[in-house]
């Protein structure tokens, strides 16, 4: 809760952000007049209302778990990031729209040197507003503040982008440049708005995140203790900030209910400490079985039925099944 709390404070500074940079680059259009630059100030006007978006959501998210939502709010941030992306796509046809429009009534370009200051100014503002968003996003796991994070930094290289088209255009005086610059930046801000929807549908439908199980695989490996026999059916769903994690942990058969509970916590204890607490666990047990001896390191295990042969490293192919490991002469 305590990650959502500050999630929401960090999108409230962004939403807030998003306003005086949408009213400096309107200013620089009316300044200059530039097809180009409208195309940064249409980019910002979604920027303030996806940054409303998204606070709602972190709002939502940070409410605690209920009846009606026993796993909590964490899903409305992946409904806001798909909106956010949408209204990005939105942004990159209307440009597109407008730049049509000019190629047929030619825009008369004003004051370029204030112009260009003005926008250059907001280039580095949204870099330096879109790497702390994007570091607190991927800390916490949000996917709002992600959206947001590499929205502004979208933003940013667009933005300077047009500052080197414009700047090309004054030297060659060739000023067709203008509306194609803004041809390639809708395109640009519409592949933009697809890799985030893509990714909140991702986790609407509960998508594995394969980067994240690789990093806790490679950690579980190197932190394996012996009574681990096996571990399998290892699953991640994503919940905004939160995290939920379903394992099959298999331990020897002979432990007492409190000793394969020790065990439990132990797992749970290394994986937060290394992930972050905000995440929630369903770990069930399995007592091993004669076919785990040859896989079993355990060498002081007084119940042994077969000599060990090798140990298996736990991998995405292996952990994902929902079977417990065995020597291929023992698989049915």
Known sequence: MQSASYNLKVQKWITALSVVLLMAKVVAYHLTNSLAILTDALESIVNVIAGGIGLYSLFVAAKPKDEEHPYGHGKAEFVSAAVEG????????????????????????????????????????????????????????????????????????????????????????????????????????????????RESLAGIMDEQDMQLLQEIVDFLNKNRRV??????????????????????????????VHEAQSEIDTLMSLITEEFGTAIEFFVHTDGCLAFSCPLCDKFSCPVRQHAFEHKVEWTLDNLLTNQMHRLKKDAV
């Open 86 to 197: 949408t209204l990005i796509v939105a942004a990159g046809v209307v440009i597109l729209y407008q730049t049509a429009i000019h190629f047929i009534t030619p825009n008369q370009i004003g004051k370029l040197d204030a112009g260009l200051i003005m926008v250059g100014a907001t280039a580095i503002v949204n870099y330096c507003a879109g790497v702390v968003c994007l570091k607190i996003g991927k800390r916490n796991h949000s996917l709002a503040l992600q959206a947001s994070g590499r929205h502004l930094q979208t933003d940013t290289w667009s933005t300077l982008a047009i500052i080197v088209g414009l700047l090309l255009m004054v030297v060659t005086r060739l000023y067709w440049l203008d509306k194609a610059i803004a041809v390639l930046m809708a395109a640009y801000i519409i592949y933009n708005g697809y890799k985030i929807i």
């Open 227 to 256: 009574n681990w026999i096996d571990l399998h059916n290892f699953r991640i769903i994503k919940y905004g900030s939160h995290l939920h994690i379903d394992c099959h942990l298999t331990v020897p058969w002979y432990l007492n």
